[in-house]
């Protein structure tokens, strides 16, 4: 079924720029809404970015909008989440997702999701 594995992730100075991977299987991501979401110690799920390849809509977080990007390959196989000039707010545990709905880009209206990959910025 809907298998999603994120890499990539790891330390990083501020200031600094990851790219994550998100190995996508078991959907076509032109039936699905796919997401880069991340959650910090005791705090809740948030949205990081969402990508609708139907609708070719782009959704990105504020604090995220400007210095993310979220991406694929040709083949549609793998979704990317390019950060750049990282920030110490920025950590956090970063999760990919997939739903075929059209929602909006808020975690409830998700339900697969891969293990996650930690994002820890520091000096």
């Known amino acids: 079924e809907v298998q999603l594995v994120e890499s990539g992730g790891g330390l990083v100075q501020p200031g600094g720029s990851l790219r994550l991977s998100c190995a996508a299987s078991g959907f076509r991501f032109e039936d699905y809404t796919v997401g880069w979401f991340r959650q910090a110690p005791g705090k809740e799920r948030e949205a990081v970015s969402c990508?609708?390849?139907?609708?070719?809509?782009?959704y990105y977080a504020p604090s995220a909008n400007g210095r993310f990007t979220i991406s694929s390959d040709n083949d549609k196989t793998t979704v990317y989440l390019h950060m750049n000039n990282l920030k110490r707010e920025d950590t956090a545990v970063y999760y990919c997702?997939?739903?075929?709905?059209?929602?909006?880009?808020?975690?409830?209206?998700?339900?697969?999701w891969g293990q996650g990959t930690q994002v820890i910025v520091s000096s």
């Open positions: 997702t997939a739903d075929p709905r059209g929602g909006p880009c808020v975690a409830r209206y998700f339900h697969s």
């Open positions: 990508f609708q390849t139907s609708g070719d809509s782009t």
